[in-house]
């Protein structure tokens, strides 16, 4: 016996500038979950100026999280 799934999947975003006028209360409530341990974030971080192109094809291809930092001095 086999059995078919089909779902429909709807993907919706919106532009931060469609919200410029609230920029100041989200930043304080993203702050207070990130102090509170309620939001994590998350990055991808590479080392050094040489590994820059790298940082750029793994962030083209979807093969980083978050925010992509390159460290160049510590």
Request: proline content about 1%.
């Amino acid at each position: 016996m086999s059995y078919t799934l089909n779902n429909r999947v709807k993907m919706e975003g919106f532009l931060v500038f469609d919200f410029a006028q609230r920029y100041e209360e989200a930043r304080t409530e993203l702050l207070t979950w990130i102090k509170s341990g309620q939001l994590v974030p998350r990055m991808t971080e590479f080392h050094g100026l040489e590994s820059a192109g790298e940082a750029f094809v793994e962030l083209l291809a979807g093969g980083t999280v978050g925010t992509t930092i390159i460290r160049v001095a510590e």
